[in-house]
């Protein structure tokens, strides 16, 4: 008797909600719960520097408070608002702050309520303080831009949650510890910009698993590992930086696999090895800068397959051996700096086909022989260095 009676109850109480419900404009309601999210977050943020006003003026709320008969169009509220994007519903898909001379800390922003928040671009500020892990309630984030600011500590872990994120940018700032595994989630993943922060520790093997990665930029860094092998299962990889580390081991043979790379850049860390003869594979590279490294052993005449290189540096590492002839069929190439190394031998006379060249640098080696007359030919050469051979 008492079970149906409330069985009742709770259905009239449904019916209750429901007519509620449709009598509100739940939209204009949810819109107006984002606007005060954003303004608690304003509120937290500082004045610019030299001026009193407090940072975005367009977001404001009008003042019932002092003209009750103005019945002014809320409905552009928080759509309107600098730097806001809504969707038709009128809800916050995105928010592009950049370059907007903030200074302040995320944690007054309540993540979480902006549920539908697809873009967060916070880019070149003055924003401090660490990177609340809260911000992995930002279940539909396609792009996170946080680089070009002064946050520190650690990169959250559960950025890993972000199984939407295609972009996501936290270069330039002062982040430490070590590259969170669980970033080998994000299988949407496109581009990962880490660069100059303040990471060390070893790149998460999992980073392998990130098959859409096109730009993977580690550079200036502290990491300190061997290049991961499975790094080199990244077929769509055109950008790879992992220079300015103290990575050490050796060039992963597998390094041709990655058949999409356009640029490799693996100056100022320390692998040692040979440079393997697979990297004849990639075909599309037009930057190859391994410089400052230990690398010894010969050079591979397979380089003379990177029909598309344009700059090809192997400076100050410890190559023997003789130039390959191979290397004149590099018709493209403006820059060739094999300086520093141990080469010896003659200079190729091939070399004086590469009529694009602009540097070439051959100085601080054990070269003997004379000049070949074909350089003669390098109409567009401005900087050759022979000397100390
Ligand atoms: C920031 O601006 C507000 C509004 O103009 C002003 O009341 C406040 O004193 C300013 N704060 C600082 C620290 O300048
Ligand atoms: C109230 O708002 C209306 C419409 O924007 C305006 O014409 C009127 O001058 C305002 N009244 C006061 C007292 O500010
Ligand atoms: C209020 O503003 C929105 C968007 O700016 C517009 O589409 C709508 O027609 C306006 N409503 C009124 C009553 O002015
Ligand atoms: C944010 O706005 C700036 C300047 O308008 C623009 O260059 C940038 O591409 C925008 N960011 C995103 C993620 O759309
Ligand atoms: C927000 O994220 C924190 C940390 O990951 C989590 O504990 C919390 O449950 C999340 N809140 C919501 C509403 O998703
Ligand atoms: C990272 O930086 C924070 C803030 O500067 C510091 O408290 C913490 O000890 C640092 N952690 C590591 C592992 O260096
Ligand atoms: C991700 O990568 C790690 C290390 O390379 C591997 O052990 C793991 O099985 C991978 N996970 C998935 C889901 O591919
Ligand atoms: C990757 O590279 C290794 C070593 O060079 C090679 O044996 C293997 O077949 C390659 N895998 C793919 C999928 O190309
Ligand atoms: C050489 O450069 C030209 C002009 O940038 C380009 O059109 C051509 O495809 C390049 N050659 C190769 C083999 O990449
Ligand atoms: C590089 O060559 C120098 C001079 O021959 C030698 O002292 C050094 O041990 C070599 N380093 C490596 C890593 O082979
Ligand atoms: C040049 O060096 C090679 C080996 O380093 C040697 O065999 C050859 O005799 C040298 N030639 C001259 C002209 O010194
Ligand atoms: C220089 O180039 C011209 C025209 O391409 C060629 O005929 C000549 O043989 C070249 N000279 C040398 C020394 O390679």
Known sequence: MAMSFFKVLSLVSIVVMAMLHSSFDVTSLSVNEEADVLLNWKATLQNETQATQPPLPSWTLPNYATNSSN?????????????ISCNQARSVIGLNLTNSGLKGTLHGFSFSSLPNLAILDLSMNGLFGTVPIEISNLSKLTLLDLSFNKLL??????????????????????????????????????FLSLYANDLHGRIPAS????????????????????????LCNLNNLVYLYPHHNQLYGSVPREIGNLSNLVE??????????HIPSSIGSLEKLTWLHIYDNLLFGSNPPEIGNLKSLFSLSFQFNNLSGSIPTSLGVLSNLTVLHLNGNLLSGTIPKELGNLKSLISLQLDANQLNGTVPISLGNLSNLEVLFLCDN
């Open 71 to 83: 019945n002014q169009n809320t409905s552009s509220i928080p759509c309107s608002w600098f730097g």
């Open 153 to 190: 500590g650690e990169i959250p872990s559960q950025i890993g949650l972000l199984t939407n994120l295609e972009d996501l940018h936290l270069a330039e700032n002062q982040l430490n510890g070590s590259i969170p595994p669980g970033t080998g989630q994000l299988k949407s993943l496109t």
């Open 207 to 230: 980073l392998g698993n990130l098959s859409k990665l096109v730009c993977l930029l580690l550079n200036n860094n502290f990491l300190s590992c061997s290049i991961p092998a499975s």
């Open 264 to 273: 490799l850049n693996m100056k100022n860390n320390s692998p040692t090895g």
